[in-house]
């Protein structure tokens, strides 16, 4: 199944600079493995950002450099999308996790050992890492999350199952790359877990009272 939501144009510029913190970098690298035209738009970026270079020493204005660099990701690729190593091709095995994500949780997804945090709600948290959260998550199918936006950036890439909520329909590759001014609240679907991949720069906002007040327990 192909991603229908992909990474934000910033998002990749930063990737493609080596300038997302850690946690941000490594849900990037997981909707990367199954996403042909984020991985096309990539390599655009790293090409472009070469000339960026080579512009900014010669005095050429910042602000149209990146002008010009963002207007050739938003047109279609130019070359084909780079061929997935064959050690990304992981569909095949539903067990087996993305590899971005194997340094930090391991291989298989049937290993892990969820805590519960919330009622419907299981998380693995991946530790002490520089610049931010990363986490996985299992949600029940079904289950409506509180009302929230975002004190920073947040990259949540699904891993199965999907959710539903003001910016569409969410399922297994998708990325929702939200920022400080995006307000939301996932509904999962019916039949499976959704098993999802996080990644924040700082705390989300919950708009609810109950859910403020119970957000030091939960870690979010």
Not at 38 to 56: E, F, K, N, S, T
């Amino acid at each position: 199944m192909k991603p229908n939501h992909h990474l934000d144009d910033a998002t990749l510029l930063s990737y493609s600079a080596g300038a997302l913190p850690t946690a941000l970098a490594v849900v990037a690298a997981t909707h990367l493995e199954r996403c042909a035209a984020c991985r096309a738009r990539l390599l655009d970026a790293d090409r472009i950002g070469g000339v960026l270079m080579q512009q900014q020493r010669i005095d050429a204005p910042a602000d149209d450099a990146r002008a010009a660099m963002l207007a050739l990701l938003d047109a279609e690729p130019a070359t084909a999308p780079a061929a997935m190593p064959a050690d990304l091709m992981e569909e095949a095995d539903p067990d087996r996790l993305p590899a971005a994500l194997q340094p930090w949780f391991g291989h298989s997804l049937r290993a892990l050992r969820w805590k519960r945090v919330a009622p419907g709600v299981q998380r693995i948290r991946a530790g002490s890492i520089a610049g931010g959260e990363l986490m996985l998550l299992r949600i029940a199918p079904g289950s409506k999350l509180p009302l929230h936006s975002h004190g920073g950036n947040e990259l949540t890439v699904i891993l199965d199952g999907a959710y539903d909520d003001m910016l569409g329909h969410f399922g297994p590759g998708d990325v929702a790359d939200l920022d400080g001014q995006t307000q939301h609240q996932p509904v999962t679907s019916p039949g499976v877990p959704c098993i999802c991949v996080a990644a924040t720069d700082a705390p989300l906002k919950f708009s609810g009272w109950v859910a403020r007040t119970l957000q030091p327990l939960f870690g979010f």
